[in-house]
């Protein structure tokens, strides 16, 4: 399930990039300066209550917190983790996929939630998103994805480069 959850925050992610980038609707005075907390940019060694469960060679580190709420008001939810990108806090991946129940209601009551705290967003494939040059928010069905835009263009960046060299590479195999 969890690489499942990968995948789905992945083209979430990718998709709603494609969206924001054309439209502006979260206002400097609602976006996020961080979640539950801890600040967009903040060092992970600032942070002790940490475990690291995945370590990606791309410089992404991903952590769950000991002891961290799962619920968002009456909203349940299945899984917090918070990405880290060479130690720096820019993105999180909230889960709400349930095996054994329907997780629509779990989505309305956290789109509820989001409306209040941040306007109205834009719709795209069945995602609501709220976004500016900051921050992205993308509501999809089974999760939410928070990302702090400047530390995700510098992964991003990096990303592209390597992306093309292996690419170039594999044309070589031909």
């Known amino acids: 399930m969890k690489n499942n959850m990968l995948c789905i925050i992945l083209f979430a992610s990718i998709l709603a990039f494609n969206v924001s980038a054309q439209e502006h609707n979260l ?14 940019g903040t ?31 009456p909203a349940s939810i299945s899984e917090i983790e918070y990405v880290f990108y060479k ?8 889960g709400f996929v349930f095996p054994d129940r329907d997780s629509q209601i779990d989505h309305d009551i956290l789109h509820g939630i989001l ?13 609501y998103i ?36 292996r690419i170039k590479k594999g044309v070589n195999d031909l």
Request: charged letters at 30%.
């Open 115 to 127: 409306v209040e705290a941040y306007g109205t967003p834009v719709v795209s494939s069945g995602m």
């Open 130 to 165: 709220w976004a500016n040059d900051n921050i992205e928010i993308t509501l999809f069905p089974g999760g939410i994805i928070y990302t702090y835009m400047p530390i995700h263009k510098d992964f991003k960046n990096k990303y592209d480069k390597s992306y093309k060299r």
């Open 87 to 94: 130690d720096r806090f820019y993105q999180v991946l909230i």
């Open 27 to 40: 206002s400097r005075e609602k976006q996020p300066t961080g979640f539950r907390g801890i600040k967009w």
């Open 43 to 73: 060092n992970i060694q600032n942070q002790k209550n940490m475990i690291l469960i995945s370590d990606y060679n791309d410089g992404r580190k991903i952590y769950k917190r000991k002891d961290d709420k799962l619920s968002i008001g």
